[in-house]
């Protein structure tokens, strides 16, 4: 029978396997990638999507290969301190046409890694003057940014932003869809992801020049690459108070590679077929934008939200960044959902939010 990825479980003749071993088809790529991923299991291919719900058992067995490099602090340290040399340039433009008497749309932009112009939605409360609490809303893989004009009666602003490669912020670097994943990963200084993660921080940047937004109570979410995202941002920015993770991306890259045989991980593994001798190079890369190397460094509140059925970023996989967070966490399980379905996460991502917000408003002085 086919256990939850897909791979065969067979029973054998004596003297041959071992009774009820799993036959995973091996991924063609270096022999080093294959020493360095120890999880048995495969996943399925894309067209099947036959799978079994994973157990918390599954998750707290689960272990990962991936570790952090000795260098990673000094790397990070150094792009957040070449983008605070970069002028940010804001600017806002006000949109009607989305506006309403709870909420008040801007076109916002700023100035990110590159040189390149990032966009973003940005809502603002229609009553009131501020300091107003805010989110920085990071987007999915494929998907353009949401607006999130629902906060705005609730007297939150949120910048949804759009990294580049997302309309509009695509004239400078435009890889696509499969295509990101790989652009650039040559070397960590070339990789997409780098300019991605600085559009994420810039984003935060945004938010602090802004005379309207309390700088204290700024929190971020994200499902999916924003899932990911928010981890990783709340890593590089302690100025970020709190999130919520749902079905992170960018978890445990060479463990995620061997258990899936679908897109978007999948393109990591075509590149390594198709560029063998490249293959250590890019697992080397990859440890500089595992979402896992920044859990240990966020100190805020966090959740993290897994669909114990997610055929896209495996569950194991966000378990590993959830186990090595820093800060106070939560965890928060979907049995019989899949990636990006589960019925009760935003309800939740919501209340949890609305709930942080509101316990961290200031206390008026009594006179």
Same mark, same amino acid.
């Given at each position: 029978?086919?256990? @939850?990825?897909?791979?065969?479980? &067979?029973? !054998?003749?004596?003297? #041959? ?11 063609? !790529? ?11 299991? =495969? ?11 994973? =157990? *918390? ?6 272990? %990962?290969? &991936?570790? +952090? ?29 989305? #506006?309403?008497?709870?909420? *008040? ?16 939605w940005y809502s603002v409360p229609a009553v009131g003057d501020g300091p107003f609490p805010a989110i920085l809303v990071l987007p999915g893989y494929k998907s353009e940014p949401a607006l999130r004009r629902d906060w705005g009666r609730k007297g939150v602003a949120v910048l949804s932003v759009a990294v580049r490669g997302k309309l509009p912020s695509s004239s400078g670097f435009n890889p696509g869809y499969p295509g990101l994943l790989t652009s650039g990963i040559e070397s960590r200084e070339t990789y997409g992801y780098r300019g991605v993660i600085s559009d994420c921080s810039r ?26 995202? =928010? ?7 302690? /100025?970020? *108070? ?8 960018? +978890? ?19 590149? %390594? @077929? ?9 697992? /080397? =890369? ?12 966020? *100190? ?27 800060? /106070? ?19 939740? /991502? ?14 008026? &002085?009594? %006179?």
């Amino acid at each position: 029978m086919l256990n @939850r990825y897909g791979s065969m479980r &067979v029973e !054998t003749q004596p003297g #041959s396997l071992s009774r009820g071993a799993e036959l995973c088809s091996p991924m063609p !790529t270096d022999s080093l990638l294959e020493d360095v991923v120890q999880w048995p299991r =495969t996943v399925q291919s894309a067209n099947s999507r036959s799978m079994n719900m994973a =157990t *918390k058992a599954d998750l707290e067995a689960f272990v %990962s290969s &991936v570790t +952090c490099p000795d260098d990673f602090d000094d790397f990070w340290s150094s792009t957040l301190a070449g983008l605070a040399e970069l002028p940010l340039e804001p600017a806002v433009t006000p949109d009607p046409l989305r #506006s309403n008497d709870d909420v *008040k749309v801007y076109q916002a932009t700023y100035r990110s890694l590159d040189g390149l112009d990032i966009f973003g939605w940005y809502s603002v409360p229609a009553v009131g003057d501020g300091p107003f609490p805010a989110i920085l809303v990071l987007p999915g893989y494929k998907s353009e940014p949401a607006l999130r004009r629902d906060w705005g009666r609730k007297g939150v602003a949120v910048l949804s932003v759009a990294v580049r490669g997302k309309l509009p912020s695509s004239s400078g670097f435009n890889p696509g869809y499969p295509g990101l994943l790989t652009s650039g990963i040559e070397s960590r200084e070339t990789y997409g992801y780098r300019g991605v993660i600085s559009d994420c921080s810039r984003g935060l940047d945004f938010l602090l020049s802004r005379p309207e937004i309390d700088p204290e109570r700024i929190y971020a979410s994200g499902s999916s690459q924003g899932g990911g995202l =928010t981890l990783i941002t709340a890593g590089l920015r302690p /100025e970020i *108070k709190g999130g919520v993770s749902g079905y992170p991306f960018l +978890c445990c890259f060479p463990e995620s590679m061997r258990m899936l045989r679908s897109y978007p991980y999948d393109e990591l593994s075509c590149y %390594s @077929r198709a560029h063998p001798d490249r293959t250590g190079q890019m697992l /080397e =890369t990859l440890r500089y934008f595992d979402a896992v190397n920044f859990a240990p460094r966020i *100190k805020c509140p966090m959740v993290v939200g897994i669909a114990l059925e997610d055929e896209v970023c495996p569950p194991e996989t966000s378990y590993i960044a959830y186990d090595r967070l820093g800060g /106070e966490r939560e965890l928060w399980l979907f049995p019989e959902s899949g990636h990006g379905n589960a019925h009760d996460y935003p309800r939740q /991502e919501s209340a949890w939010l609305e709930q942080r917000i509101a316990a961290s408003q200031p206390q008026a &002085v009594a %006179s």
